[in-house]
């Protein structure tokens, strides 16, 4: 038996129950744009504060384009993968200069752009510009997965669901709403455990919920655990101020500021540890007084303890490659740091900075 389903329902659906988003009383493709670039791997509640702040600091494209880095990301600080944000920042400056100020609405143009996938070109065309292009995200492969029985999202499979959603992109069907519908309801109804069937107004038509576990479809692919690290970090102190370095943007958290460290190698203590990458990154050897505390946290594909030593400078003076500076602890809302940084300036802020 083939699934049926069509517009009208979903849409009928998405009118009387979709949220109140911000993004969502706009056309302007700005918006929608930075908008969707946020919502990568984050979650809706975490991401309306920063973009309700981001639009009121920077309301058009130009505005971020003419922003330094090290404001952009300020901004952009605890939302985490600080890529995307380097990525639009470079992607606004050449919409600016090379489109005069344009955003293309054009697939081809527009997914050129750094940062901008499959999904995202189709999200912001559908959206600002009407174009008849589907966006799949995660809630919409879940949900055409259970409508049409898929298990296993292989190639094919998502070529089959693409397909499904490109037949209700016929006629006067308004392209951003039904994209923006069938997310809508894969977010809050086809959700990945105790999916609400009896809300969902295309039950009736869904192989999945008639074969009655719909949690079993698609399959999770199951991923390895993530590593864990251990990492060693100074503060050192020149009087009242420590110092400070910039991540190069190439880097994993890219041009966000630091404590000096590294990873801890195999066989190695952690102050011999925080002695070689202290040399290494700013050519002088630290003079470790004591351990300031150990911190854990987590990323996307690993996790680290970060121990942490208060030290000072011995008489040769620090000459990192690095961009560094020299900061007291009032200083530190000024620049932009990971989580883990803050985990270990909350500890201290409790505890004393003292040495």
């Given at each position: 038996m083939q699934v049926k389903i069509t517009s009208k329902e979903i849409l009928n659906w998405y009118y009387g129950n979709k949220r109140e988003l911000p993004f969502r009383f706009t056309k302007d493709p700005y918006k929608i744009w930075i908008s969707e670039i946020m919502l990568q791997q984050t979650q809706m509640k975490t991401v309306i504060p920063?973009?309700?702040?981001?639009?009121?600091?920077?309301?058009?494209?130009?505005?971020?384009?003419?922003?330094?880095?090290?404001?952009?990301?300020?901004?952009?600080e605890g939302l985490?993968?600080?890529?995307?944000?380097?990525?639009?920042?470079?992607?606004?400056?050449?919409?600016?200069?090379?489109?005069?100020?344009?955003?293309?609405?054009?697939?081809?143009?527009?997914?050129?752009?750094?940062?901008v996938g499959e999904y995202t070109a189709g999200a912001v065309l559908s959206i600002a510009f009407g174009?008849?292009?589907?966006?799949?995200?995660?809630?919409?492969?879940?949900?055409?997965?259970?409508l049409n029985g898929i298990?296993?999202?292989?190639?094919?499979?998502?070529?089959?669901?693409?397909?499904?959603?490109?037949?209700?992109?016929?006629?006067?069907?308004?392209?951003?709403?039904?994209?923006?519908?069938?997310?809508?309801?894969?977010?809050?109804?086809?959700?990945?455990?105790?999916?609400?069937?009896y809300d969902c107004p295309l039950s009736h038509v869904c192989k999945a919920y008639r074969n009655g576990n719909p949690e079993l479809y698609p399959i999770k692919i199951k991923r390895p655990s993530k590593p864990h690290l251990e990492v060693v970090t100074a503060i050192i102190w020149r009087k009242q101020k420590f110092y400070i370095q910039?991540?190069?943007k190439k880097q994993m958290l890219g041009g966000l500021w630091e404590f000096p460290g590294g990873k801890v190698e195999k066989g190695e203590t952690l102050e011999n540890a925080?002695?070689?990458?202290?040399?290494?990154?700013?050519?002088?050897?630290?003079?470790?007084?004591?351990?300031?505390?150990s911190i854990n946290h987590t990323y996307s594909h690993f996790s680290i303890t970060m121990h942490c030593y208060h030290c000072k400078e011995k008489k040769k003076k620090i000459t990192s490659q690095n961009p560094f500076n020299w900061i007291s602890v009032k200083d530190i809302d000024k620049y932009s740091f990971p989580k883990a940084n803050h985990k270990i300036f909350n500890f201290m802020s409790k505890n004393g900075w003292h040495i």
């Open positions: 920063f973009y309700n702040r981001w639009i009121d600091t920077f309301p058009t494209l130009k505005s971020v384009a003419m922003a330094k880095s090290d404001k952009i990301l300020k901004l952009w985490g993968y600080y890529r995307r944000c380097l990525n639009f920042h470079k992607a606004s400056k050449i919409v600016m200069e090379k489109y005069h100020g344009r955003i293309p609405n054009d697939y081809k143009i527009f997914r050129s752009l750094p940062g174009v008849q292009i589907s966006a799949i995200d995660g809630n919409v492969n879940r949900l055409l997965s259970r298990k296993n999202l292989t190639k094919r499979n998502r070529l089959i669901i693409k397909n499904k959603i490109k037949s209700l992109l016929i006629g006067d069907i308004v392209p951003g709403d039904l994209n923006q519908a069938l997310m809508e309801l894969g977010a809050l109804v086809c959700i990945p455990k105790n999916p609400l069937c910039k991540r190069s925080l002695v070689r990458e202290i040399e290494e990154e700013c050519l002088f050897t630290p003079d470790i007084i004591k351990r300031a505390t």
